[in-house]
């Protein structure tokens, strides 16, 4: 009997052990916990989620405690991995199958070179009279500390920054379940030569090692690049969004600048009417009444548009009548005298997008007491503030911090709160949300240049 199998049999008692199972079965339960958690989360009350994790985590004790065969210890954890993303993340059947199939590849891998055999046996080689208990208890320092360095740089490779919808594919899931189901075969074919064939014994173990090393490299890699080409991808159509948004402002500031010269011509007209009616009598009357309710009516439109921001005398107009139209409340306290050192086209972006999420938002909700959004914009100590706040349904689909769209398509989708931070921060400020219970609240921040700080503090 060669050292790796000597090794492997005579540690099974270690770790078979009841204390190792469980120490095993925890650890390796909350590292996958860790592993996934830059996965978009499913809202849920927390009570549900913490349920969750402990049931997930006494299953992982459960399956680690029937000392099953390799395979169907694999194939049971891979269930159990692919239930538990399925239940508490914003994933597909493919998704899952692929990060769990990660998960099982990488630990399998660091099994193989420590806890199976290979290290064990060469240390056994090395140090012929080790005990056995002592020998097992080094390998299980090693196994916790390379499995954690193995998952913390996959995941750094992988998942950091991973965007909803932008993850494997079909194809890439099938590339990764593929040597999986091979090293699931050899590791199986494995035993049926141990203490009969140590030679071949070692050959398949170093098959498998290169069989999980090399699907792992090539499958990360592949996604790591695909993962580099899709941010390329949403950068251009941010842009290409941001365009668009620019180019429909344009436009809406032309409609609005022959709007506004017709309504000149309108005042003109209705005065010099009255002048003509002034001695028609009895129908001089009714038409100076005509002319003055008419003039009742323009007037506010015009204060309307005095808001000291040229681009917010376009948009707020156009919103107030969108919101009409779907049944909303718009309530707006705008002042932007403050504001005239943000680009137009910018400042048309962040205000059209803050506006966009928050009439979706608002627009699901059935109650007509909660279907209102409020506006604040002005300036205060120094700052340009935007304040956005409205309600929702509740339901909430996170990366991290990242508020990701709920949309099944999402072509175009999500990328609103995300064009808004990186204008605010080209102007040195900063975008934030804040989430109370089904109240949704975006604040704008951007700092005043000097010179019109110093202005508004002295107005």
Known sequence: MGYWEYVYISGQWFWQHWSVTLLLALFEGGLFLWFVEPLGKRQENKWLRLGKTLAFLALCVLIQLRHMQVVYHCVAFMVLWVGYLLLTRWVSVGQALFFGGIFCLSSELVKLLLKDGVVAGIIA?????????????????????????????????????????????????????????????????????????????????????????????????????????????????????????????????????????????????????????????????????????????????????????????????????????????????????????????????MFGNAMDNAIEAAQALQEPERREIHVRIGASQGLAMLCFRNFFDGQVKKQGERLLTRKEETGDHGYGLENIRRLAEHYGGTAAYEIVGQEFSLNILIPLPPEIGETAEKN
């Open 125 to 349: 080689w090395l140090i012929p009279g080790i005990p056995d208990g002592v020998l097992n208890g080094v390998i299980l320092l090693f196994y916790l500390g390379m499995l954690g360095e193995v998952i913390y740089f996959i995941r750094k490779l992988l998942l950091d920054g991973l965007r909803s919808g932008s993850g494997p594919d079909g194809f890439q899931c099938l590339g990764l379940l593929l040597p999986l189901t091979l090293h699931l075969f050899v590791r199986s074919l494995q035993f049926d030569y141990m203490g009969t064939d140590s030679y071949l014994w070692l050959r398949l173990q170093f098959i498998q090692i290169a069989n999980a090393f090399c699907a792992l490299f090539i499958v990360i890699t592949a996604q790591h690049s695909l993962a580099a080409t899709r941010e390329k991808n949403e950068h251009l159509k941010r842009e290409m969004l941001l365009q668009e948004q620019q180019r429909q402002y344009l436009v809406r500031k032309e409609t609005m600048d022959a709007v506004n010269r017709k309504y000149h011509d309108l005042k003109h007209y209705l005065a010099g009417i009255e002048a003509l009616s002034a001695a028609g009598g009895v129908m001089g009357e009714e038409v100076r009444g005509y002319v003055k309710a008419m003039g009742r009516e323009i007037e506010p439109y015009e204060r309307f548009l005095d808001t000291g921001c040229e681009v917010l005398d376009i948009l707020l107009p156009e919103r107030i009548r969108e919101c009409q139209e779907k049944g909303l409340r718009l309530i707006p306290l705008v002042d932007g005298r403050q504001l005239g050192f943000i680009n137009s086209l910018d400042l048309c972006a």
